[in-house]
Structure formats: structure tokens, C-alpha cells
């Protein structure tokens, strides 16, 4: 069972470079998001999605575009990289069917910016 | 807004003893859940269990069980036999609502509890 897979695990960028990290699910949920999580802190909400073509800001978006051009895909991308953004960035993805239903993480992606 | 707050940076128990984990919360919703999250020393988020606002009985889930008390606002997570895997930081979260209406709803994360299982 894969669930949530997110590429890459690791990367390294220098300040100004742009990269995409992708999320993938393959649990047909309706609902995705994507969260950074900084030292001593729990995550925070980036951006998410409530279905294929919609997307919305979260708490953090500065600095983030999100695309969700197919059901089971969500892009998190960063235009022009800034040692600020150096975190562990984690997809969730979670049914639509009943608010008592969890976020399903994926097992996150380790970005440090130089 | 919403707030969780986890007092406790690190917790340490012996094996196969019961341990709390401490979680207040504070919402001016009626309608909320709880939920706490798993994250061991690989990295991943694994959920453990949930807790509805309305929920009569306090949620169990194997050897993790929710003492929930609404008046005081707090979700404690109770671990019970602890083994040496429980060794993790635990997070709760609160579900809040957002304007896209459905079920949808984002997490509010505590800070976590770092906790070490002794042999």
C-alpha cells in the first residue's frame, strides 16, 4: 500500500533556484494539503486542495504556488528559494467522507536552502 | 482562534508502564475533533487516534486511549504498556474548519511531546 508518496526526500538548492516537489496519492481522496514543519514546531498549514483544478492559501503561503492538475497529484513549488524555506515539507491527503476521518501523511521531504 | 498547547517538551517513562501525554486546547467552536499524530525518528506522521467534541465515550484505539475532558479542555493521550517503539514525538492537533465548506478542515498542530521509553 503506498498511500501518500512525496518526491524527492532530500534536496539541496542554492537561494534563488526554483524546484516543484510532487505528492502522490493513490487513496482517491478529494482532499490534499501541503505543511511545513520547522524546528520545535508542529506543522504548519502551506496550501491545500479540495479537488482536481482548486486550490487554497493556508496559513503560510508566501513563497508557494500549488497546482493540483490531476486528482491524485499535488504540487508544492518554490519560485525563488530563500534560506527561510529550509523546513521538512509533508503531504496529506484524507477522504472527504466525515471530518472525524484523519490526514494520511506522506513521509515528508527534507529541503535546505543555501 | 485556535490554540494547542503541549506543556510537556519531553517525557520519559519505563517500559511497559503507562504514561500521559498532556494536550489542552482552545476553540470557541462547538463542533471540533482532536486528533494525535506519531512522528518516530524516521520522520513520518503516523495518526493514532480521534476525538470528537460530541463523542460520549473517550476514544481507544488498542493501547492508546483519549482522556477527554471538555469542560477543562484537554485531550490527554494515555499510552499504557509502554514499549521501547513508543519512543517518538507525539503531536495533538485540533481540526478547524475552513470556508470551503463539506467536511473539509485544516490541522492546528501543537508544539509535541518528545517521549523516551526506557528499557
Known amino acids: 500500500n503506498a498511500g501518500v508518496t512525496q518526491t524527492p526526500k532530500f534536496r539541496v538548492l542554492k537561494t534563488g533556484q526554483s524546484m516543484t516537489l510532487l505528492c502522490a496519492q493513490d487513496?482517491?481522496?478529494?482532499?490534499m494539503y501541503w505543511y511545513r514543519q520547522d524546528p520545535g514546531m508542529g506543522l504548519r498549514l502551506i496550501h491545500y486542495?479540495?479537488?482536481?483544478?482548486?486550490?487554497a492559501k493556508g496559513e503560510v503561503p508566501d513563497g508557494y504556488n500549488v497546482s493540483r492538475l490531476k486528482k491524485q497529484n499535488f504540487l508544492l513549488g518554490l519560485e525563488s528559494a530563500a534560506p527561510s524555506q529550509t523546513s521538512v515539507y509533508f503531504c496529506a491527503s484524507r477522504t472527504r467522507q466525515g471530518a472525524s476521518q484523519p490526514q494520511h501523511f506522506g513521509d515528508g521531504t527534507r529541503l535546505s536552502i543555501l | 482562534a485556535q490554540k494547542i498547547t503541549q506543556t510537556q517538551p519531553g517525557m520519559f517513562v519505563q517500559e511497559k508502564e503507562a504514561v500521559t501525554l498532556d494536550c489542552t486546547y482552545d476553540t470557541s467552536d462547538q463542533s471540533y475533533g482532536l486528533f494525535w499524530y506519531k512522528q518516530p525518528s524516521s520522520g513520518e506522521m503516523i495518526f493514532l487516534i480521534y476525538q470528537g467534541s460530541y463523542d460520549e465515550q473517550n476514544a481507544t484505539e488498542g493501547r492508546y486511549s483519549l482522556n477527554f475532558q471538555k469542560a477543562r479542555k484537554s485531550a490527554n493521550l494515555v499510552i499504557s504498556a509502554s514499549q521501547l517503539g513508543d519512543s517518538a514525538m507525539y503531536f495533538c492537533?485540533?481540526?478547524?474548519?475552513?470556508?470551503?465548506?463539506?467536511?473539509?478542515?485544516?490541522?492546528?498542530f501543537g508544539k509535541g511531546t518528545l517521549l523516551t521509553v526506557n528499557p
Open positions: 486542495s479540495v479537488g482536481e483544478g482548486t486550490t
Open positions: 492537533a485540533m481540526r478547524v474548519h475552513v470556508r470551503s465548506g463539506g467536511s473539509n478542515y485544516k490541522l492546528t
Open positions: 487513496m482517491n481522496h478529494e482532499y
